[in-house]
């Protein structure tokens, strides 16, 4: 089969770049090493938040040396050019946050938002993170990006890349003394104050706080919790189980109006330095990407693999538009939640305020509390399968 130099791929990449662009907003994100994982897996978490609110999961072949993987993209991207969180069957995974505070140039705004694009490349030419700094450090500049990418490998290993138009600057996982990575949508090593998700970064760091330094973090953990929990750190409380009224503004939760997705990659136990991957070994069922589309707080679970069969149909574009049957039956969830009648702005657009009720409420019929043990057990009988050598393709 043949094999492209990153220089080949390099000039693909640029006849990507040809084809047109989308623009990402904000996320909230974390990368969680093996030593803080229940399960010895290292994982990546992407809860996104854009205004692409239709999103799908595709199965992608690989052609003339590439990799097959799985991601994310936006129902409207026919041609699967910009994967937006994904995973390839080598066992290299990549996401991104969306930032704010890197941009130190005057390219025009025509020419960014290309952070899709750069994934999508990524997933067909790279195995570990050291693949991925060097993917990143050959590309053409100006990159067209100002993102956090955050990759994982099956040897383990995870960073966060702070990249803009000609250069990064990188968190090695290794470095973080409790194991977990967060961004938002501001680099750390950016302008001080500038960008965005402060107060969404410290609920996550305050929601996983009692989970860390005792490998207990688990991917239902991030999509079930996480999530699905309206702590406001500024408030220091849960505003959806603490505060009294049936409504309530949306406004620097973790799950937001245009959250769409909420996504963990779980990866395998990390193979030894130097180890071979054989893309026909056991690595495909044992690495599984937990897909929520749609509102997070009302979106069902499913797990995703790297192959063919992989993909669950409800999550795949084959509804109107390209659309995910998923993601339509959890955007019909949102519009129930946030369905306040008087609360119009400019151009008749409602202000975003929450019904509360539509999520829990005394009769146990909210979507948290119906959805939430669903998708536990999903959880509970996947990882069985998986841990006991039961799937198979």
């Known amino acids: 089969m043949k094999q492209y130099t990153f220089r080949q791929r390099i000039i693909i990449f640029i006849c990507c770049l040809l084809g047109g662009f989308s623009?990402?907003?904000?996320?909230?994100?974390?990368?969680?090493?093996?030593?803080?994982?229940?399960?010895?897996?290292?994982?990546?978490?992407?809860?996104r938040d854009t205004s692409n609110t239709d999103n799908k999961v595709e199965y992608i072949s690989g052609e003339d040396g590439e990799f097959s993987f799985v991601a994310l993209f936006n129902?409207?991207?026919?041609?699967?050019?910009?994967?937006?969180?994904?995973?390839?069957?080598?066992?290299?995974?990549v996401m991104n946050t969306a930032s704010y505070n890197i941009k130190n140039d005057n390219v025009p705004a025509s020419k960014m938002d290309k952070e899709?694009?750069?994934?999508?490349?990524a997933l067909k030419?790279?195995?570990?993170?050291?693949?991925?700094?060097?993917?990143?450090?050959?590309?053409?500049?100006?990159?067209?990006?100002?993102?956090?990418?955050?990759?994982?490998?099956?040897?383990?290993?995870?960073?966060?890349?702070?990249?803009?138009?000609?250069?990064?600057?990188?968190?090695?996982?290794?470095?973080?003394?409790?194991?977990?990575?967060?961004?938002?949508?501001?680099?750390?090593?950016?302008?001080?104050?500038?960008?965005?998700?402060?107060?969404?970064?410290?609920?996550?760091e305050h929601l996983l706080l009692p989970y860390l330094g005792n490998a207990s973090v688990t991917p239902e953990l991030l999509t079930e919790y996480l999530s699905r929990s309206f702590y406001h750190d500024v408030k220091k409380c849960d505003v959806l189980q603490e505060e009294s009224g049936k409504w309530m503004v949306d406004e620097d939760f973790i799950p937001r109006y245009k959250s769409t997705a909420t996504v963990v990659i779980e990866g395998i136990i990390p193979l030894q330095a130097g180890a071979d991957i054989d893309r026909n070994t056991?690595?495909?069922?044992?690495?599984?990407?937990?897909?929520?589309?749609?509102?997070?707080?009302?979106?069902?679970?499913?797990?995703?693999?790297?192959?063919?069969?992989?993909?669950?149909?409800?999550?795949?574009?084959?509804?109107?538009?390209?659309?995910?049957?998923?993601?339509n039956k959890a955007k019909k969830r949102r519009d129930e939640v946030?369905?306040?009648?008087?609360?119009?702005?400019?151009k008749g657009k409602s202000n975003k305020y929450i019904n509360k009720e539509i999520l829990i409420n005394s009769a146990g019929t909210g979507y948290i509390q119906t959805i939430v043990p669903s998708n536990i057990a999903t959880y509970s009988l996947i990882k069985h399968r998986r841990d006991n050598n039961e799937i198979r393709f």
């Open 23 to 47: 623009i990402s907003f904000a996320c909230t994100s974390a990368i969680i090493s093996a030593d803080a994982s229940a399960s010895g897996r290292p994982m990546l978490w992407k809860h």
């Open 75 to 93: 129902a409207d991207d026919k041609e699967c050019k910009e994967a937006w969180i994904g995973m390839n069957e080598v066992g290299f995974a």
């Open 338 to 346: 946030f369905s306040y009648p008087l609360g119009k702005g400019k």
């Open 116 to 121: 899709g694009l750069l994934m999508a490349m």
């Open 282 to 327: 056991d690595i495909i069922p044992q690495y599984i990407m937990w897909t929520g589309l749609g509102y997070p707080p009302c979106a069902e679970i499913y797990p995703v693999w790297c192959h063919p069969q992989g993909v669950d149909e409800g999550l795949r574009g084959i509804a109107f538009k390209g659309r995910s049957p998923l993601c």
């Open 125 to 204: 030419a790279c195995t570990t993170v050291e693949d991925f700094e060097n993917f990143l450090i050959n590309l053409p500049k100006p990159m067209g990006v100002e993102a956090n990418f955050g990759v994982i490998d099956a040897y383990g290993n995870g960073a966060f890349y702070e990249t803009n138009n000609d250069s990064f600057v990188k968190f090695d996982l290794k470095q973080s003394p409790n194991g977990v990575l967060i961004r938002t949508n501001y680099s750390h090593s950016g302008r001080a104050g500038e960008g965005y998700g402060y107060v969404r970064e410290a609920n996550a």
